[in-house]
């Protein structure tokens, strides 16, 4: 038991800060005392509630004046004293209660009274007084975020697990084991493989950025008769919530300003009678993405990937929330930081084949890129699948479109490479057999990860100015890539995801 | 009970050509294999990490012809005709493009020895296989069952959230909460089936 001593003859009622680490409020049951007749024995005492699982114990601020010693002791809803906390203290300020009796077993969920007694020096009550006491057990068995959500895939092998939109976030077996209170549960970090169930992990979430998240609890416990509020910081207002309950906090605030990775810990602050009595965190990773999958099918595996939108969003954490900024974004990204190297002896592909003639129906294999299994020299098919790939699954919209065929090139500079050439296969060729890009509008805007072009007025010579191909016009695109041939846009389509 | 089984891509009745069964998809030699779809078969990474080969059975002699050209097509640089099996091209170093029947393959080598691994490879197409894997799906209190003996890796398109169905010994391959869309089986030697 914690006592903390004030000489009697002072007077105060000083709320004491619960022993929870959430902020210095306690309840003032007895009247202010500035105003007292300095002869009139005084004593009071407030403190509220107690989830002995969530907090070791709570204090109970007694103050007592013109008196000679202080008794304070608990009796349960029977009248039966549990608990004797002081007896003949002369000195006191606050005393602790950990919701056990005196032979130390917990206390179960009740209404408790928390009696204080101003004895004289002959031992004789001079004054008394009252105040309730609520032993509570409260927490969370679920959560479900929902509000726009986006479902999303791990995949391995080439197999797709989508969690359904309205698939819990987290779930724990009880909210405690009798004797300690359950966490809420850890995220889930593997970016491929899913859990077995919900049990025991928080899974991260995707949302439009742009969105307020709404989160539906799902509440447990034994609250008799207190009446408890939960809170989420930055998700709205304080509920009522008794077992059983579910209740909804939509956050406060859209989840981001521009797509990207944001990863926050959410604080559920429980409180009885507006003073808090615990507190639980719950980890949470949202994929901010700029709006919904873009590709042409629906369903696994077009859906965000878990492993794929969670480096690109960190990639591109930060930028505008429209189209060009994405894209734009991406490029540079593909182009500069993913360590791929354009295959100069063959310009083959990796990663995507075709599986029509005359490069229809493209077919990414991004399962076996995002491990390299294929190694990191790619072409242009690979380059323009890449794009596409994560640009559709964090909703900025892609094709792919075929230039054809057999042209000469001005000077480019090759993703992985660090000079510019007009002949990218050195003595085997100055030019393209075909060149994949992609285009949000049939050709009339080009983005392209493949290569750099020479921005300056004279593509065909040196010297030469970087210009990644972001947002560029379609023709301007062909007069800076081609210095000799028929070269345009053909089959411009959706790609295959496996 | 079989609820259906319908728009098989069924191998051994090729209108032309030779038909042969395929190639064993787990080799000493290559790592773990990736099936990609019905028409564009499988591939594997060379074990020596210095190179990737890609492998297609098609039901006839025609659809690996289809499969070869499509494959030299998306070559950046024009791939030269080479002088192997029915027909190939590439140079025998860096990559080898070649058909026999049904069977087409693709070697990329760092290591300038696709030649000698697509002749290894050749050597490998296996004739008067079993049937290929067939698919079965069915409605039990669960869901949607699919069977498929002798899979060794399957491709299910809806179905709900049933984590990872993979080839599994008896060839249960996974119960689904939802009726899948489509479901693509792979065999031992790299045969392709669809049921939608």
Same mark, same amino acid.
């Given at each position: 038991m914690l006592t903390t001593a004030r000489p009697?003859?002072?007077? =105060?009622?000083?709320?004491?800060?619960?022993?929870?680490?959430?902020?210095?409020?306690?309840?003032?049951?007895?009247?202010?005392?500035?105003?007292?007749d300095p002869h009139t024995p005084v004593i009071s005492v407030s403190g509220g509630a107690l989830d002995p699982l969530l907090a070791a114990e709570t204090l109970l601020d007694v103050t007592?004046?013109?008196?000679?010693?202080?008794?304070?002791?608990?009796? *349960?809803?029977?009248?039966?004293? %549990?608990?004797?906390?002081?007896?003949?203290? #002369?000195?006191v300020d606050a005393i602790a209660w950990n919701g056990r009796d005196d032979t130390g077993a917990l206390e179960p969920v009740g209404t408790y009274t928390v009696h204080a007694d101003l004895l004289d020096a002959a031992g004789s009550v001079?004054?008394?007084?009252? =105040?309730?006491?609520?032993?509570?057990?409260?927490?969370?068995?679920?959560? #479900?975020? =929902?509000?726009?959500?986006?479902?999303?895939?791990?995949?391995?092998?080439g197999n797709y697990w989508e969690e359904a939109s309205t698939d819990p976030t987290f779930e724990v077996a009880a909210?405690?084991?009798?004797?300690?209170?359950?966490?809420?549960?850890?995220?889930?970090? *593997?970016?491929?493989?899913?859990?077995?169930?919900?049990?025991?992990?928080?899974?991260?979430?995707?949302?439009?950025?742009? %969105?307020?998240? #709404?989160?539906?609890?799902?509440?447990?416990?034994?609250?008799?008769?207190?009446?408890?509020?939960?809170?989420?910081?930055?998700w709205g207002t304080a509920q009522s919530v008794s077992p059983g309950d579910a209740p909804v906090f939509e956050r406060a605030t859209p989840l981001a300003t521009g797509p990207g990775v944001v990863e926050e810990t959410l604080t559920l602050t429980w409180s009885v009678d507006g003073v808090p009595i615990g507190v639980q965190s719950l980890p949470a990773r949202f994929y901010a993405t700029l709006g919904t999958p873009t590709f042409e099918q629906e369903g696994p595996p077009y859906e965000p990937w878990v492993a794929a939108i969670d480096p690109a969003l960190r990639?591109?954490?930060g930028v505008e929330g429209t189209d060009e900024a994405v894209l734009s974004a991406l490029t540079e990204w593909i182009y500069r930081d993913l360590g791929l190297v354009y295959d100069t002896r063959y310009g083959a592909s990796a990663y995507t084949q075709y599986a029509g003639r005359g490069y229809d129906r493209g077919e990414f294999d991004f399962t076996s890129f995002l491990s390299r299994r294929n190694g990191s020299t790619i072409n242009c098919s690979d380059c323009a699948s890449i794009l596409e790939g994560y640009s559709d699954m964090i909703g900025a919209n892609l094709e792919y479109t075929i230039i054809l065929q057999n042209f000469d090139l001005n000077f480019i500079k090759s993703i992985g490479a660090t000079d510019y050439t007009h002949c990218p296969f050195g003595s085997q060729g100055c030019g393209f057999s075909y060149h994949?890009?992609?285009?949000?509008? *049939?050709?009339?805007?080009?983005?392209?990860? #493949?290569?750099?072009?020479?921005?300056d007025d004279d593509p065909g010579a040196a010297p030469f100015t970087e210009l990644l191909v972001q947002t560029i016009d379609g023709q301007e695109y062909l007069d800076r890539l081609v210095m000799s041939g028929n070269a345009s846009y053909m089959h411009t389509q959706k790609e295959y995801l496996r | 009970m079989i609820v259906f089984l319908s728009a098989l891509i069924h191998f051994g009745f090729a209108a032309s050509g030779i038909v042969h069964s395929g190639i064993p998809v787990r080799q000493p030699d290559l790592g773990e294999p990736a099936f990609q779809s019905a028409e564009n078969g499988w591939s594997a990474p060379l074990a020596d990490g210095q190179g990737l080969v890609r492998v297609y059975v098609g039901r006839d002699a025609d659809a690996a012809a289809d499969w070869f050209e499509r494959q030299r097509e998306s070559f950046s640089r024009p791939l030269p005709d080479y002088a192997f099996a029915d027909v190939a091209a590439g140079d !025998?170093? !860096?990559?080898?493009?070649?058909?026999? !029947?049904?069977?087409?393959?693709?070697?990329? $080598?760092? +290591?300038?020895?696709?030649? $000698?691994?697509?002749? $290894?490879?050749?050597?490998?197409?296996?004739?008067?296989?079993?049937?290929p894997a067939i698919a079965a799906m069915r409605r039990t209190e669960d869901g949607w069952t699919i069977d498929a003996p002798g899979a060794v890796h399957s491709r299910v398109v809806g179905g709900g959230?049933?984590?990872?169905?993979? +080839? +599994?010994?008896g060839g249960l391959i996974g119960v689904y909460v939802q009726r899948p869309t489509e479901i693509t089986v792979w065999d031992a030697f790299g045969r392709a089936t669809v049921i939608r």
């Open positions: 009697l003859g002072t007077v =105060s009622l000083i709320p004491l800060a619960l022993l929870l680490g959430c902020g210095p409020k306690g309840i003032a049951l007895g009247d202010d005392t500035a105003t007292l007592a004046d013109n008196g000679a010693t202080v008794r304070v002791s608990v009796t *349960d809803a029977a009248g039966t004293t %549990v608990r004797t906390l002081a007896d003949g203290l #002369t000195m001079l004054t008394s007084t009252t =105040s309730t006491f609520y032993i509570v057990r409260v927490g969370v068995l679920s959560g #479900t975020l =929902s509000g726009d959500r986006i479902p999303l895939i791990w995949h391995r092998n909210i405690d084991d009798g004797t300690t209170a359950t966490p809420l549960p850890p995220l889930w970090d *593997d970016l491929e493989q899913p859990p077995e169930d919900h049990v025991g992990h928080t899974l991260p979430a995707a949302y439009p950025y742009d %969105v307020q998240p #709404t989160i539906t609890l799902s509440a447990g416990g034994d609250i008799g008769d207190a009446p408890v509020e939960l809170e989420i910081a930055g990639a591109i954490q994949a890009v992609t285009t949000p509008d *049939d050709a009339t805007t080009i983005y392209d990860a #493949t290569l750099a072009l020479d921005g | !025998g170093l !860096g990559v080898l493009l070649f058909r026999d !029947g049904n069977v087409a393959v693709m070697v990329k $080598s760092t +290591a300038d020895n696709a030649l $000698s691994l697509a002749t $290894s490879l050749r050597e490998r197409i296996v004739d008067n296989a079993a049937p959230n049933v984590p990872f169905a993979t +080839a +599994a010994e």
